[in-house]
């Protein structure tokens, strides 16, 4: 009995009509990070192990997919050996976009411009527990810029996310945080000893609540008077300005937090300055759980459709510090492909023609008929339309049912009247109007039908 052929746990087919959007979301995101003049950049999908162990933390390691040596060499190794991982797994599935960036930045250090600007756009890989919206292949859609502590280059990331969402047609709120005032908290309320465990906390405010928050803060060791310090700080309204300024007053000692208020205010002048029309909100509880965030981080998130963040990013100092290159400052941000495709979807907001590959197909008649289109068509394809012919004379019945499955707009039908004619009937498969069309016209008319 033959094997029912299945793909593995986590991993996804694409058809037709969903590669088509995706690559509209890609097409979308690249033409705007390309208007910024971020150069585009591949990395291996596999990375050594050395590369990408120690740097996602415990957690991360868990996850990360280990590819055993190739061919027939475990059968040259002895039992002691095999019991060794390092010696049958030396490489590993790249687990984000950001690590293999600071290892190539450092590998080609000397052929590089600096500020160095990328963009990425390749898959990752995580063995995950597979779940609704969690996959373990999944793409990512990266933007940095390396080697500048220029705060225009977060006004730059807001303005490609302002840009991005806008071509998608998709409302968006971008909460911003920076971990030196976050810092600045763990300093005024006491506990700047307990920086990582007050951030992995508090960035599932959103998530669990402030009664788990809370909980899980007292777990981590912080007393209730510190935790009575951080709650009114967490639920601070008011304009960002405001919020800056009730900061300023609260981590005045800490000198740590005040850069960090100052590099907000930085931006958000900038922001207004350059007539970004964005929602832009100071949210203190956005911690952003990556250990190399230094300064500003970022979070979008859809307006009109329930679901976890669409994109998010930050500043961080010495990424490439890992590698041994110490002092490289850069920022990036990343776009969840998966998850605006979902949001799109949910709201409707792909273009019609986005779904479809064909726009005008031929129907086939005879040998006359098929010697008469094949000019026409070759017209068309000159102007950029994608048409094609019916490959086989058939049923008029079986060739519109092929047509209507297909989602094609226009069927061109050449009968052996027509052909007498010198014309075409031209169907409109989502109205149903048909016209008659001059063969010599055919091209131009549908070239312009928009």
């Given amino acids: 009995m033959a094997q029912k052929p299945s793909i593995p746990k986590g991993t996804r087919d694409f058809s037709p009509l969903e590669m088509m959007r995706r690559q509209y979301i890609f097409d979308t995101i690249r033409k705007v990070f390309r208007t910024y003049g971020f150069a585009p950049l591949e990395t291996p999908s596999m990375e050594n192990l050395s590369t990408l162990l120690g740097k996602y933390g415990d957690e991360g390691d868990k996850l990360l997919f280990k590819i055993l040596n190739s061919g027939d060499y475990a059968a040259k190794l002895s039992p002691e050996e095999l019991t060794q991982a390092s010696k049958i797994c030396e490489k590993g599935l790249r687990y984000d976009l950001t690590v293999p960036f600071a290892r190539y930045v450092v590998q080609h250090n000397n052929e590089l411009t600096f500020p160095f600007k990328r963009y990425q756009i390749q898959p990752v890989w995580r063995a995950d527990r597979p779940q609704k919206g969690r996959y373990r292949e999944f793409y990512q859609c990266d933007v940095d810029v390396i080697g500048t502590h220029s705060l225009l280059c977060e006004v730059e990331l807001v303005e490609i996310v302002e840009r991005v969402f806008r071509a998608l047609g998709i409302r968006v709120q971008l909460k911003m945080n920076n971990r030196k005032i976050l810092f600045g908290i763990a300093e005024a309320i006491g506990h700047a000893d307990k920086m990582m465990d007050i951030t992995v906390a508090i960035d599932k405010l959103d998530k669990i609540g402030l009664d788990n928050v809370k909980a899980e ?96 990013g930050g500043r961080y100092d010495d990424l490439t510090g890992i590698f041994g290159l110490k002092g490289l400052s850069g920022v990036g941000i990343s776009f969840g492909a998966d998850r605006i495709y979902d949001v799109m979807c949910g709201l409707d907001l792909f273009p019609e023609e986005v779904n479809f590959s064909t726009r005008v197909i031929f129907t086939n008649l005879g040998k006359k008929e098929e010697a008469a289109a094949l000019p026409v068509l070759r017209q068309l394809r000159d102007k950029g339309v994608p048409a094609e012919i019916y490959p086989e004379a058939a049923k008029m019945k079986k060739q519109m049912e092929y047509a209507n499955r297909r989602s094609i707009p226009f069927v061109v039908i050449i009968g052996s009247q027509e052909l007498e004619a010198g014309v075409a009937t031209i169907k409109d498969m989502r109205s149903g109007d048909q016209q008659q069309v001059e063969l010599s016209k055919i091209a131009d008319l549908l070239a312009e039908i928009k």
Avoid: C, H, W
């Fill in 217 to 312: 803060l007292m777990e981590r060791g912080l007393d209730e008077e510190a935790i009575g310090k951080l709650q009114p700080i967490l639920e601070m309204s008011g304009t960002n300005d405001e919020k800056l300024s009730l900061l300023s007053n609260l981590l005045a000692a800490s000198e740590t937090g005040m850069k960090g208020i100052e590099e907000m205010r930085t931006i958000f002048g900038y922001v207004s300055a350059s007539g970004i029309e964005l929602d832009v909100e100071l949210d203190l509880s956005l911690a952003r759980g990556l250990n190399y965030y230094t300064g500003a981080i970022f979070e979008v998130k859809a307006l009109d459709f329930a679901i976890g963040s669409i994109s998010g």
